[in-house]
Nanobody, 122 residues
Framework: VQLVESGGGLVQAGDSLRLSCVASGDSLSRYVVAWFRQAPEKEREFVAAITWSSMTWYDDSVKGRFTIAIKPDNNTVYLHMNSLKPEDTALYYC?????????????????WGQGTQVTVSS
């Protein structure tokens, strides 16, 4: 499966964005899909993940502000981000893993997109 992210941009604190991860080459029904992010000089960190049955998991830092959703008809996973903060600024990656179960470890995901930049100004 190939993953392509879009939807990033420059916004102000408190604004919202919706990131999209479009998959091609295979159905996302075979994968667990996650969003990770990486700020400059920091390690890549888990944001949220979803299974085909819509089981979800969030990092505590985004719980209540971000929502991950899957749209099977479009083979797309979305990340709805509300109440954005400057500390949310990062390059956001979509990732997929063919094994069952949600994990928060980047090394557990074997397919990655190229990333989309989110910048939140104060």
């Amino acid at each position: 499966v190939q993953l392509v992210e879009s939807g990033g941009g420059l916004v102000q604190a408190g604004d919202s964005l919706r990131l999209s991860c479009v998959a091609s080459g295979d159905s996302l029904s075979r994968y667990v899909v996650a969003w990770f992010r990486q700020a400059p000089e920091k390690e890549r960190e888990f944001v949220a993940a979803i299974t085909w049955s819509s089981m979800t998991w969030y990092d505590d830092s985004v719980k209540g502000r971000f929502t991950i959703a899957i749209k099977p008809d479009n083979n797309t996973v979305y990340l709805h981000m509300n109440s954005l903060k400057p500390e949310d600024t990062a390059l956001y990656y979509c990732a997929a893993r063919s094994a069952r179960g949600i994990t928060t470890t980047p090394g557990s995901y074997d397919k990655w997109g190229q990333g989309t930049q989110v910048t939140v100004s104060s």
